[in-house]
């Protein structure tokens, strides 16, 4: 199982970027698929997650409205619409796979929102 992000990179404020998940030894479809953010000296902490089976997503208050996680089960991705982006999204985000009792991290790509 493996999972690499991609995507990140510099954007200003009230930019947008988009950031993919690559997947490879199962299929996204079945596993319930989120998207986590970190900051230097801090703990990871849980962005946004999307359902298996059906695509049900949730988003952490801190960026609802503005960001949208979504699956494509043909290409095996998962992606992350950032949009109307802030300073405070400055973070490394990560890719997370939860099947079974197993969970699956990506090493992360590193976002950063300056002007």
């Known amino acids: 199982v493996q999972l690499v992000e991609s995507g990140g990179g510099l954007a200003q404020p009230g930019g947008s970027l988009r950031l993919s998940c690559a997947a490879s030894?199962?299929?996204?479809?079945?596993?319930?698929m989120s998207w986590y953010r970190q900051v230097p000296g801090a703990e990871r902490s849980w962005v946004a997650g999307?359902?298996?089976?059906?695509?049900?997503?949730n988003y952490a208050d801190s960026v609802k409205g503005r960001f949208t996680i979504s699956r494509d089960n043909a290409e095996n991705m998962v992606y992350l619409q950032m949009n109307r982006l802030e300073p405070e999204d400055t973070a490394v985000y990560f890719c997370?796979?939860?099947?079974?009792?197993?969970?699956?991290w990506g090493r992360g790509t590193q976002v950063t929102v300056s002007s």
């Open positions: 997370k796979a939860a099947r079974a009792s197993s969970e699956y």
């Open positions: 030894g199962f299929t996204v479809g079945s596993a319930v």
């Open positions: 999307i359902t298996k089976g059906v695509d049900i997503s």
